[in-house]
Structures are given as C-alpha cells and as structure tokens.
C-alpha cells in the first residue's frame, strides 16, 4: 500500500513545500520576530514551487496519495495560476504592509498555508482533500481580512467572512455526506461507476446541489456573493487582490474536477448546465449593474468580481472541454488583471481604513502624477472590460463561443450584454485618472506622495505585459488548458 508513497510525496513536492515553509516561517518568526528575511523566505519557496510546476505543465494528469490529489496538466496549470498570484501578492504587500505597520511574519506564514490548502482544493481528487483544502483556505483568509484589528471596517468584514463561510460549509458538508451515501465513495472519478450501480440519483442530485452551494459562496456567484463588498472593501488591499484572485482559481478547479469526474455522462451534464447557466447569467447580471452604482474603487471592484465569476461560469454551463478550457484560461487573464488593479489601489491607497474611502474622487488627476499606476491601471480596466488585443478579451471570446457552440446563445448574448454594461464603470475609473483635474480630488490625497517601490512597479508592469502577450499569442495556453480534456471527450458527448 506504501509503496508508491515516495513517488506520490516526490509528485506532490510543490504543495508540500509550501506547507513545510510556512511552518518554516512559523518557527523563525517565534525567535526573530517580523524579521526582514521573512517575506524573501516566503517569495522565493513559492517561486521554487512555481517553477516545478511549470516544469510538470506537460505531463499527463495521475492520481496521487491514494486517489486524493492530481498531480501534472490541470493540477500543475491551476497551481501555477495559484502559485502566480501568491507571489505577486507577496512582493505588492511588503510595502503596502509597512506602510500600515501590518508587515507581521505571520502574515507571510498565513499567505503560505491559505496557498497549500488552495493548491490541494485545486487538485483534488477526493471530496476528502476537497473539503480540506477548502477549510484550510477559508480559515488563513478569515484571519487576513481582520489583519487590522484596530478597524471596526476591518473587523465587520472578517465577522461577515468568518459567518457566512461557516454557514456555507455546513451545505458543503452536507453535500458530501449525501453524496458519499448516494456512490459509497469519496474519490471523484469512482463516482459515476459507483452511482450506477446503487441507483441511488436523488441522494445524489441532492448531494451536488448542496455541493453547489458551497462552491457558489466561494466564487462569489448570485445568491451567495452578499459577503463580497464588505469583505473586499474591509480588508487589506493587497489581501484584497489575493483572495479575489487565487481563491476563485481554487474553488472553479476543483468545481470543474466535480463536474467532469463526478458528473461524466452527457444526460447528466445537460441537468446541472441549466442550473449552472442560470446562476451564470444572474451573476453577470447583478454583478455588472450593482457595480455600476458604487463610487468606493473596492466595493466597485467586489461587485466585478462577482460579474467575473458569472463569465467563469459561463464556461462550465458549456458542459464540455472547450467551455472548461476557456474558463482555466480566464483564471489565468482574471488573475493577472485583478491583481493589477488592486496592487494600482494599494499603492494609491491614502486612508487610515484599508481603502474603505478609497472614491472615485479621490484618484482625480493621479494618471499624471504617477503615470506608470496610471498606465498600468488603463490596460487593467481594458483587459477586465474585454477590449481586444488583451487577454481579457480572449477570455471572453472563449467562454462565449463554448456556449453557443453548447446551443446556449442566450447566454452567451447575456454575457456580451453585460460586458457592454461593464464598460461604463471600468472606463469612469480611467476618466478619474486621466480627464479630471487634481483639484478636484481631497486636500489629504493631493498631500500624499504615492511612493511606487521598483518591485511593486515591477508586478504591475509585469501583469499588464502579460495580460497583452497571452492576449496576441493564446495559443500556448488555450492549447496546453484544452489537452487537459481531450480524453474526457466522449464523457462530456463530445
């Protein structure tokens, strides 16, 4: 029964090397308290990490440990896009934390244990690691949105977190047990198999709706995204742009595990899309329009994130390879503009509450003071809109074109709808930036000096090049995120 064990840790070494530093950091931290060398520790063991995964990229996807992880393709892909952001992440909070005086080693030791539990929901092969690496998640992040102790905005939102996400998982918990009654199994791909020969379909349609719900708290989707503006809006930004990020990565692969493990046949599949699609266009929907009347940056931004888990879901309603090809490469393009706009907002950032001020007045004239915030920040607000040559408009393209080729057009045309919608309150920002007049901004932000280290500008640089290069040349990716389903094919109808 052991072994393969050493094989299987040698497979997993990535994530159990980001586990093992944050204990790392844990331990140095008790006798060097908020030593300098803690965020370099921490920034490069998660760029070793990233590295091994982008060097299994092309591997073929295997079960682990007992079937309870993948390891190589999709598991390597979502946990380099996970990987990705938490670096970035890093390098944008430590100035950001300075400057608020929050720049704790256990905040670098929280980041590392909230990127192992996202890197094991990721690559889940069991409802087992599934529930575990959401929890072990979910519980770093409820503690990083009350980072600022001292902020009643800061301690209301991780209240709300903390609350609602507990409520969330006894669904999830639920959906499990149901689930596991329904298959007698907890391995994802035993699944199908094991419910045919029990018959027991409303244990486990009831099971997966229940599942559902959990998933749909954790991406933000309508109903379940009450939590994500005073979430958002309380927490630190740079935590902000962390969890918009690598958590929704997180939580739609492991979505996407269940539904093409767990759910495999095309009768199946066409059930729970309508659901799916349903939700997607009420997020999309709800998210944009609500968006649209906030005049705080974060609140705005919350409210566009759950539009984004809307599109993300549109993919997954497809049903089929391509639509969850071009969902894994909108996780890599929504990554990489959200982390941009948020590390823009931390370093523009000019309150004592975290950016819970943070107005569109306030960034009046900001484009010419700093223009690399303030060009970084138009190729944000371009790539999230969906203005072609950018990634964001890949995205799109992408998830849109899965549905209607699905026979969903609806959706599809709801989707392009909403991202007309979008652009209005993406472009506002930009005319804050560039088309008013600093005068018109507050006395304090036109005092403050905006310091950019060349490391934070370095990141934002990096994500907006990034954004136009996957955007001209996608095929790598969409080539290397659709060889993930090639075999799965005949699973889907295809």
Known sequence: MYASFLTDLAAAFPTVLVAVLGIVVVLYDSFRNDAPAIPWITGGGIAVALALELLHLGDPGEPILWNQLYAGGFASYVNSVILLGAFASVILSVPYLKRINRNYGEVHALILFATCGMMVLASSASLVSVFVGLETMSICLYVLTGLVREEPTANESALKYFLLGAFSTGFFLYGIALIYGATGTMVLAEMPAELEATGRTGFMYAGLALLLIGFFFKVSAVPFHMW?????????????????????????????LV????????????????????????????????????????????????????????????????????????????????????GVMAALEWDDEQGAEQTLDSLAGVGYRKPILGVTMGVFMFALTGFPPLAGFIGKYMVFAAVVDSGDTWLAFVGVTASIVSAFY??????????????????????????????????????????LFFGVLPGGVLETTQSFFVEAAVAFGG
């Open 228 to 256: 994500t503006p005073d979430v958002y809006q309380g927490a630190p930004t740079t935590i902000t742009g962390f969890m918009s990020t690598t958590s929704k990565a997180a939580a739609f692969a492991a979505l996407i």
């Open 426 to 467: 993406y472009l506002r920002v930009l005319v804050a930036f560039w088309m008013r007049s600093e005068e018109d901004s507050p006395e304090r932000v036109r005092q403050s000096a905006f310091p950019v280290s060349n490391l934070t500008a370095l990141v934002l640089v990096g994500c907006a090049v990034a954004l």
């Open 259 to 342: 539904l093409s493990q767990a759910m495999k046949g095309a009768e199946l599949v066409a059930q729970w899309s309508v659901v799916i699609a349903a939700v997607a266009a009420v997020t999309m929907i709800l998210g944009n329009v609500l968006a649209i009347s906030q005049t705080n940056v974060k609140r705005m931004l919350a409210y566009s994130s759950v539009a984004h888990a809307g599109y993300v879901l549109t993919g997954l309603a497809a049903g089929t390879p391509e639509g969850y090809s071009g969902a894994l490469y909108y996780l890599l393009a929504y990554t990489l503009m959200n982390l941009g706009a948020f």
